[in-house]
């Protein structure tokens, strides 16, 4: 099973992406975590190059395009041999974050995130999605109190109107995909959200 995270800033994915991997290998199951960008050391090499420094260095495209590069690893050496070997992939974002932040809040044209997504991901996509909705202004407030709020803080400058249209297209998206995608409250508090990603994914 291929299992994603996705959402704005401070939304507490990491968090639940822990939680959830603790509370199935604890049912037997065989859970690999990771996270987009990233996941390998050539991804993760990429991510440094998004999350960080101007907020202006790199146009919407060349982000999607960076953003496929460490994706392509990623599945490569990461997703589909853990996949292949029957486990389950947890992944921290995953081609719904592109989707978002470049082409939603970014701008950049949706046929050139299509195609990068039908050819790189391929038949790979996520079995469930899990899409943390929260007022941008309280994720904001909360990515900025986050341990390393100034060395990944990129997309966090990028400012509010940004993080609203993002939280806008995140919605898009699970409303166009509601088989794949579920809604998860992320005002609520640790536990109350937990509760929620457990009822889509413990069954």
């Not at 995270?5 to 290998?25: I, N």
Request: net charge neutral.
């Amino acid at each position: 099973m291929f299992i994603t995270f996705e959402g704005g800033e401070g939304a507490g994915k990491s968090t639940q992406v822990k939680r959830a991997a603790e509370r199935l290998r604890a049912m037997g199951r065989d859970v690999v975590e990771t996270r987009e960008p990233g996941g390998t050391a050539e991804a993760e090499a990429v991510r440094a190059l998004l999350v960080s420094g101007d907020t202006a260095r790199w146009t919407p495209e060349a982000e999607a395009l960076l953003n496929y590069a460490a994706r392509d690893s990623h599945l490569k050496a990461v997703i589909r041999p853990v996949l292949k070997r029957g486990a389950v992939v947890i992944c921290d974002r995953f081609m719904d974050s592109t989707r978002a932040y470049q082409g939603y809040a970014g701008g950049c044209n949706m046929g050139l995130i299509d195609a990068l997504e039908q050819g790189i991901v391929g038949a790979t996509r996520p079995d469930v999605t899990l899409i943390f909705d929260l007022d941008p202004e309280v994720g904001l407030a909360r990515a900025k109190a986050r341990a390393d709020a100034k060395a990944e803080d990129r997309y966090e400058r990028k400012g509010l109107a940004f993080h609203r249209l993002l939280r806008d297209g995140f919605l898009d998206i699970a409303g166009k995909e509601p088989a794949r995608c579920h809604v998860i409250d992320a005002s609520q508090d640790v536990d109350g959200v937990a509760a929620q990603v457990w009822r889509v994914i413990g069954g």
